[in-house]
């Protein structure tokens, strides 16, 4: 009773409490392993899927699958009463079947930074940590909204965002760094791209003329370019390069807000330096 009333209340309509507490967690993603712990529900993940890492405890739980897809027979011998996917990043294939089989599935694909709280008052209904939840999220939101009134009115300043660099790869109007991006009052160089992840080249950055390079914390992105050959770019002539937490900017989890104030602050530190 309580697997198709779950089934049937994540699936098609809004989330409302439960008969039982789910007890026994898959999270199939490094985001939804941080929602759950934030929220005091980690200790209920049975299983979850590669890179998920944080918090440390996180480390311990068993693996049964990754980008390439999900061990099915692992999962199922687990016996869940919650399994938490990510229509953004399990194969559609995977989910497919386990809504075949009957599985208790929630979604966490939060498409904006607000819908990021509301998965944590969703998930805090089905696992029992509705106060904990609702707490985290309230917190949440007040944070967005008192760093978009404090950047709101901060002079516009022209970013390139590397996503990566081999092949160099930017955001645009559509992707989550985008949102980031607007919080803090950057104007995105790419923005007007018709794809949200499109694939450019170093040419185009030079005649975008970016003030300030930011790029995802990865060594094999940051040591990608030399971008001491390009001083004609501004962001270069003025040493205005800055990396950043990939996890806290990649992810759709709490830990975002930590993202959002690390840009808004080198951004900061970037105005400065131009009004030197």
């Known amino acids: 009773m309580m697997r198709a009333l779950l089934l049937c209340l994540i699936l098609i309509g809004p989330v409302t409490v439960a008969e039982a507490a789910a007890q026994r967690i898959v999270a199939l993603s490094p985001h939804a392993v941080e929602m759950l712990y934030a929220i005091g529900a980690g200790d209920s993940i049975v299983a979850t899927t590669e890179h998920a890492d944080f918090p440390e405890?996180?480390?311990?739980?068993?693996?049964i699958g990754g980008y390439h897809g999900i061990q099915l027979e692992k999962l199922l011998a687990l016996s869940p009463d919650l399994v938490v996917v990510w229509?953004?990043?399990?194969?559609?294939?995977?989910?497919?079947?386990?809504?075949?089989l009957g599985l208790p599935l929630y979604n966490s694909d939060a498409k904006t930074l607000d819908a990021v709280a509301d998965e944590l008052e969703q998930l805090g209904q089905l696992t029992g940590?509705?106060?904990?939840?609702?707490?985290?999220?309230?917190?949440?939101?007040q944070q967005l909204a008192q760093l978009r009134q404090s950047n709101q009115h901060k002079p516009g300043i022209k970013v390139f965002y590397q996503l990566w660099s081999q092949p160099l790869m930017t955001v645009a109007d559509g992707s989550w760094i985008q949102q980031?991006?607007?919080?803090?009052?950057?104007?995105?160089?790419?923005?007007?791209?018709?794809?949200?992840?499109?694939?450019?080249s170093l040419e185009n950055v030079l005649l975008t003329s970016p003030q300030v390079i930011l790029q995802s914390q990865d060594a094999g992105n940051i040591q990608g370019i030399d971008w001491s050959a390009w001083p004609d770019i501004p962001a270069v002539r003025q040493q205005q390069i800055y990396q950043l937490n990939a996890d806290l900017l990649h992810r759709a989890?709490?830990?975002?807000?930590?993202?959002v104030k690390a840009t808004c602050d080198v951004l900061d530190k970037a105005r400065q330096a131009y009004l030197q």
């Open 57 to 63: 405890a996180a480390k311990a739980i068993p693996r």
């Open 87 to 100: 229509g953004g990043g399990n194969r559609q294939q995977d989910i497919d079947k386990m809504r075949e």
């Open 129 to 141: 940590h509705q106060t904990q939840a609702n707490a985290l999220a309230a917190s949440l939101r």
């Open 180 to 200: 980031i991006l607007t919080v803090c009052g950057a104007d995105n160089v790419f923005a007007a791209s018709p794809s949200p992840y499109p694939q450019i």
């Open 253 to 259: 989890g709490p830990r975002v807000v930590e993202g």
